[in-house]
């Protein structure tokens, strides 16, 4: 290799000849150059240049430096060397390409040009060289199989050149050459070849002969999976997933993984079974799960057998069982899923379905770190994260020290690269500290801030957490703890507001400002609902702006129509006149048919409330279909909306709930899941009656053993017979002597 003391003694030699300066220099090297490229087969310098770079003869600074030398040759070509002059260090470095050229065997057809004969062959001479090396190929004849890849991917064969490419990347029948292999698959893919177009990506995707580049994997997986290739589709969902090379999104990963898996690819069943499992871009589906993890198991895949363990583990779509878990997980991890060996590990730490038995869980816990930080060496941002989070679960396995601080280094990894969730991780790792202290709170915020200002509302509730939480009493800090909770509220972080509900209410009564006033309008203009919902409390109490009811009107109707379950309710419930001109037209409409199309609209609208989980409007539809009003009476509907009432906290829905599974009304009699209920009813508002028959019948099921059974069926009777007792109710004074009677006897027998 020629030396820097060569070429500047070379660069001497040339400014020695007459008119010679280093502009002349730049530009004859520059020339030759070209011709030596376009001898080659190349357009002209840079061409050969960006080739070399691809096969690895040239560093991508080389290529760069290049490029930047171009506008200063065409500069100089057009009379501009008055303008510039060019240092004698960029006449070295042009000096320097050519010496590489003429070294160079780099040849359009990505090898030497006298390695084989260039002239044209005829189609059914290319047709016969490639099924030759595809016969070789299979029998393991690479050295044969090569000869004829190349002959035929000489004259333009995609499917010649993407073997060839395999052939080099995996140096079979030939030197391995990441290099050579990225030139060739970029031939073939060039002429869309979909498999090419995979290969290739994968090299971006890992930085094998060409520079890391995910954005170009993620384009080249695009165009392969949109040719309805099943492993370009599955790999285009695992970019969307991860967040490599395009913005993660969840949905776009499940529709590309089930577009994959109904091609019967089975590691995309895996996958996108793995999101109707977890509600990845989907709504959980343990049934399509199901189905999913079965169809791929049945072609031997490992994620779907782990994925079939999962479902018997946790007893989701099947009967919960942990030894028929334990088979699965063992039958994945043999075939080295990770995280089915992580399950095995946490299975035997547990003594779920197998003994329990430390030194086996380390064992297979110690092959699942091993697989996943050699996936991990490419890994992006959520992958690290995933993982972190994976490791936690086994942070209990003994002798296993470093675990912990593993688990924190890739935390720290995800976070550092911007990952909110992790950073939210650690956050709360500071403020969960033992003792508690305000340095604790302090460091915590500071990463609760980071993810905060990248917009993660979920950040900002903890931004509001910690203010709330550090044991101060100052004003100020009970100000920033409802700033930062209004703040997660606008930004769609629905936890908020049924969690820390007054101090958002107390913060807009007193502190709101006109920045906070716009930050609702910009979220609430990016599609945000609790934003809108928040702009029409403003405008109804005049916080922060001018109270104005039409408004008020415009941003519920706004909340509602971006889904917004409670906006939908106050909708359909209320009539909204936004002016006297508009409510005459509509009394002029009020017919016997507009009433009950009106009608119809808000029973729709309440249904849309309901099912985007308002409790008021999922009671309110259960009473509706109850009763047969506004829709067909219906005793299992309304059973069905009165439950995801009651689950939502909804206690007149407790009491409905508790009524229909002691009377059989819609669901099996089941007095065992009414009790519950009727406790929770008690929290209701209700009449003193209706409490004091719940009283009863909870005392009642104590002692008469019709539905949950103690074991001191009378002494628990007797606080509930007396509260009722107390409110007036007849059968509970009788009950109550006899009670207390059978009570002194549970005692005296003990």
């Not at 995979?198 to 954005?215: E, F, M, P, Q, R």
């Not at 905060?452 to 509001?464: D, I, R, T």
């Not at 001018?546 to 706004?558: A, G, H, P, S």
């Not at 005392?699 to 103690?710: F, Q």
Request: with cysteine.
């Amino acid at each position: 290799m020629i030396t820097s003391e060569q070429l500047r003694e070379k660069l001497n030699e040339l400014l020695q000849k007459p008119n010679a300066n280093t502009n002349t220099v730049f530009m004859d090297t520059m020339h030759f150059i070209n011709t030596k490229a376009q001898g080659r087969g190349y357009a002209n310098g840079i061409a050969w240049v960006r080739a070399a770079t691809a096969v690895g003869e040239l560093t991508t600074d080389e290529l760069t430096e290049f490029e930047n030398c171009h506008p200063l040759r065409n500069l100089l070509g057009h009379g501009g060397a008055s303008e510039i002059t060019i240092s004698e260090s960029r006449c070295i470095f042009v000096l320097r390409i050519l010496f590489k050229i003429e070294q160079s065997k780099l040849s359009a057809d990505g090898t030497s040009a006298q390695e084989y004969p260039t002239e044209k062959a005829t189609p059914e001479e290319i047709e016969e060289w490639y099924l030759k090396g595809k016969a070789h190929y299979e029998r393991n004849e690479y050295e044969e199989a090569v000869a004829y890849y190349r002959k035929a991917a000489a004259q333009g064969d995609f499917r010649a050149q993407n073997n060839l490419g395999t052939c080099y990347e995996q140096g079979l029948g030939i030197s391995k050459d990441e290099g050579k292999a990225v030139y060739w698959y970029r031939k073939s893919a060039d002429q869309g070849n979909s498999a090419a177009q995979i290969n290739l990506a994968n090299c971006y995707l890992s930085g094998k002969g060409v520079a890391k580049d995910w954005t170009m994997a993620v384009s080249l997986y695009q165009k392969s999976a949109e040719q309805n290739h099943a492993i370009g589709q599955r790999a285009l969902a695992l970019c969307y997933q991860f967040g490599k090379g395009i913005k993660k999104d969840d949905k776009e990963a499940a529709q590309w993984y089930e577009k994959a898996a109904m091609q019967d690819y089975a590691p995309a069943m895996a996958n996108i079974g793995d999101c109707y499992y977890n509600g990845i871009g989907v709504a959980k589906n343990y049934e399509k799960a199901l189905f999913w993890y079965k169809k791929g198991a049945e072609q031997g895949d490992a994620g779907c057998i782990r994925g079939l363990g999962d479902c018997y583990y946790d007893g989701c779509g099947v009967k919960q069982d942990y030894q028929q878990a334990v088979q699965y997980y063992r039958s994945a991890a043999d075939r080295q899923d990770a995280f089915a060996q992580g399950n095995l590990a946490f299975c035997y730490i547990r003594g779920h379905g197998v003994k329990e038995n430390y030194a086996v869980a380390s064992e297979w816990y110690r092959y699942a770190e091993s697989a996943f930080e050699a996936a991990l060496s490419n890994g992006s941002p959520e992958e690290y994260y995933i993982y972190a989070m994976f490791l936690r679960k086994g942070r209990f396995v003994p002798n296993n020290n470093g675990n912990r601080d593993s688990i924190k280094n890739w935390l720290l990894k995800a976070a550092n690269q911007g990952h909110p969730r992790a950073i939210i991780v650690l956050g709360k790792e500071c403020m969960d500290k033992i003792p508690r202290s305000e340095a604790n709170y302090i460091q915590a915020r500071q990463w609760f801030r980071k993810a905060a200002e990248a917009g993660s509302a979920e950040a900002m509730y903890y931004m509001g957490l910690s203010y709330s939480y550090d044991g101060s009493t100052s004003t100020d800090n009970w100000i920033e703890s409802g700033k930062w909770y209004l703040k997660a509220a606008i930004w769609g972080y629905d936890d908020v507001i049924f969690k820390n509900k007054y101090a958002i209410d107390t913060f807009m009564k007193r502190n709101l400002t006109p920045e906070l006033v716009d930050e609702m309008r910009r979220a609430s203009n990016q599609g945000i609902a609790q934003a809108s919902k928040l702009l029409s409390i403003c405008y109804e109490n005049g916080y922060c702006v001018e109270q104005n009811i039409q408004q008020k009107y415009r941003y519920t109707q706004l909340a509602a129509q971006q889904g917004d379950g409670e906006s939908q309710r106050i909708i359909a419930m209320a009539d909204w006149p936004t002016n006297s001109e508009e409510t005459s037209k509509q009394n002029s409409k009020d017919t016997k048919a507009a009433k009950a199309e009106k009608e119809a609209s808000k029973t729709n609208l309440l249904l849309r409330a309901a099912e985007n989980g308002d409790t008021i409007a999922q009671y309110q539809i259960a009473c509706a279909y109850a009763q047969g009003k506004g829709m067909k009476k219906d005793a299992q509907e309304a059973f069905k909306w009165y439950l995801k009432a009651a689950k939502g906290s909804h206690y007149k829905a407790c009491y409905e709930v508790a009524l229909c599974y002691e009377n059989g009304i819609g669901v099996k009699r089941n007095m065992n899941e009414a009790i519950p209920y009727y406790h929770l009813a008690l929290l209701a508002d209700i009449s003193e009656k209706e409490k004091a028959q719940i009283n009863y019948k909870i005392g009642k099921n104590y002692y008469d053993g019709d539905g949950i059974k103690v074991m001191h069926p009378y002494t628990a009777a007797i606080p509930y017979l007396k509260k009722a007792a107390k409110m007036g109710h007849q059968q509970a004074k009788e009950a109550l002597g006899y009670v207390r009677f059978k009570s002194f006897f549970e005692k005296f027998k003990k």
